[in-house]
């Protein structure tokens, strides 16, 4: 596991980080109160992180950006006890009671908090307290935060909170991106284009003044806008554009340009005959596009007829293409559906292929 040379933090992907993570929801009532700290760059899904972490586990999910609130409202407000002549404080409805199911608190951005707001969320980290409120034993409290390195609105934690945590630096793993990404159904050509050139998948520069930038977040942004991408191109590069910026949105223009020269996806599933594309770019863009289309159905034959066309790159100065192609098939249909997964284990075009190229796979 590298670790972050700032931080001296380990630094471990969100898959990874889920792992662990679930390991210590399941002890939270029996091995301590340690909270989590979770930082990294923004756009790389370190709250989606959370929230589905949260569903995993079948527990409650409270979000509270310490950012945006004054630590009055985390306090809560004062009342008159008449009888016990004492001033009370009366929680926020938004923490958790003795009544809430098993949980987590998610306390996000909360190094962009005031030092004020953090002293307010020192007793609630630091002690499972505030005043007389208490934290439910079953709940976790889990916090994120931006580097300081990134440059974003950032306050140096306090030691003493600081302490309290456990800290986890999140980077991205473009494996596990692909692969989420399948499963959400991004646009196909976005997962291709990103396969072609990983670089492109996260260009987060502090030093830059560019407010839009591409990161796993950003691009799943972008695919929002396929529905505008062929009926008014230029209003659909606007919208990537806003999402990842120019040079990003221009590469990936000129990456779709190849759609033209392509055989129909469905000529090569239903082996009507086709012309084989040569240029690298060509072959990521009729991927995505092939891909897509055995999602929607990957009967016996359609599948049988995938693998003609990889072996058209078997053995050729292209072979790497041909187990990108396998490689990024299994991968889609593992995420998508644990069935189209197993279904594609057992085809028998398949256990031909992994008999031939287990050399390779090794």
Known sequence: MTVNSELDIPQITIANAKKLLKII????????KQAIMLWGA???????????LAKDTDREFIDIRLSTIDPV?????????????????LPPDFLPTEASQPGILFLDEINAASPMIQASAYQLILDRKLG???????????????????????YRLPTALANRFSHFEIVVSAEEWYQWAWKNEIDPYIIAFLRHHPDLLIQFDPDSNRIAFPTPRSWAFASSFIEVRDVELGLYYKGL????GSSASQQFLAFLKHRADLPDPEDILTDAGYDIPQSPDAQYVL?????????????????????????????????????ILVKELTSAFQARDSGLASQLSEHPSFKIWLKENIDVLE
């Open 287 to 323: 991927m995505g596009a092939l891909i897509n289309a055995l999602l929607r159905d990957s009967s016996t034959e359609r599948v049988e007829n995938y693998f003609k066309f990889v072996a058209h790159f078997s053995g050729t100065n292209a072979a790497d293409y041909a187990l």
């Open 241 to 244: 554009q806003s999402s990842v």
């Open 25 to 32: 929801a399941s002890k939270i009532t029996s091995a301590g």
């Open 73 to 89: 409202d985390l306090r809560g407000l004062p009342h008159i006890d008449k009888e016990l002549s004492l001033t009370k404080w």
């Open 42 to 52: 923004p756009g790389i899904g370190k709250s989606d992180l959370v929230r589905q």
């Open 132 to 154: 007389n409120y208490e934290v439910p034993p079953n709940w976790l409290i889990i916090a994120a935060g931006n580097r300081l390195s990134d440059k974003s609105v950032t």
